[in-house]
């Protein structure tokens, strides 16, 4: 009975989210460019994951709080503090009591950032301060066989935490990678690199210039590359219109507003 009422919880959940012309650091570092577009665009609209990824992004959302929880007790934990009580927000360190109803109880809100011109958006997980040192806190879990070979922070995640140096002029990241199967977990430093900076400009530019024009951006792999054969989630797409691509390229040579030769790409739902 228990076990029916759970396992209906689980499928009848779901955790897609609207799309909007909005490009979010965790896709723009993970996805190809040309995948993302078509997400953004709305011409690939994306599934409700299978139940066990539904799980494991709940776990991951738990060992998230769990983490804030003991950043906030040590007492590094800066950001906005909304009071439980009367809803007003407090910034920056926890307080002691809220300024309007002088209640103790606040819940934290993640740092939202965002920057217009490369339509970029989302959320930090934590803004951290250690000695009077300020940096971003970010949560990251993972497996055990993943654990244990991660001697370096991975290089979508370098770039994530790069679009929100972008987004909050920071300059400095702890990124801690938790083991989901034990709790244990390693502590890598990130700082600013202004090369970083501008590899995701031009990608967030040229995606954007992309979603204005309604046109994918162009292959960036050959046929046998394994993102594309394995877990591309638009690669049926990305194929149907190659050719109409490479016609825009050879357009674009000779003039700067590419007319497309034929309709647009069907709607497609995956
Ligand atoms: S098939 Fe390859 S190039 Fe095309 S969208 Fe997918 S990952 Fe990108
Ligand atoms: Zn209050």
């Known amino acids: 009975m228990l076990q029916n009422l759970m396992d209906a919880y689980w499928d009848k959940l779901d955790i897609t989210r609207e799309e909007k ?4 650091p965790s896709s723009l570092s993970s996805l190809c460019l040309r995948e993302y577009f078509y997400i ?3 011409k690939w609209i994306r ?5 066990e990824m539904k799980k494991l992004l709940s776990r991951a959302k738990t060992i998230h709080l769990e983490i804030q929880n ?5 007492g590094i934990l800066i950001g906005t503090w909304v009071c439980l009580n009367c809803e007003a ?3 920056g360190k ?5 300024p309007v109803c002088q209640k103790s109880k606040f819940i934290y809100s993640e740092v939202p950032l965002s920057c217009e011109k490369y339509l970029m958006i989302g959320s930090a997980d934590a803004i951290l ?10 949560i990251k879990t993972i497996n055990t066989y993943k654990f244990f070979k991660l001697e370096k922070p991975e290089t979508q995640h370098i770039e994530q935490i790069h679009c929100y140096f972008l987004m909050s002029g920071l300059d400095f990241a702890w990124v801690i990678y938790v083991n ?6 390693k502590i890598f430093e990130v700082a600013r690199d202004e090369k970083i900076i501008d590899q995701i400009k031009v990608k967030a530019g040229l995606l954007k210039m992309c979603l204005e024009k309604d046109v994918p951006p162009p292959l960036n792999y050959d046929s046998n590359n394994l993102y594309c054969k394995r877990k591309c989630m638009t690669s049926s797409l990305c194929r149907e219109h190659y050719q109409e691509v490479e016609d825009w390229m050879k357009e674009g040579e000779t003039d700067d507003k590419p007319k497309r030769k034929r309709g647009r790409p069907r709607k497609n739902n995956g």
């Not at 003991?70 to 040590?74: D, G, R, Y």
């Open 21 to 24: 012309m909005q490009i979010h």
């Open 40 to 42: 953004l665009s709305g």
């Open 47 to 51: 599934l409700n994951p299978p139940v």
């Open 70 to 74: 003991i950043w906030e007790e040590l």
């Open 89 to 91: 927000k407090v910034d």
């Open 94 to 98: 926890r307080p002691v009591a809220c």
């Open 129 to 138: 301060e250690i000695d009077g040192k300020r940096g971003l806190g970010e």
């Open 180 to 185: 989901r199967d034990n709790g244990k977990y």
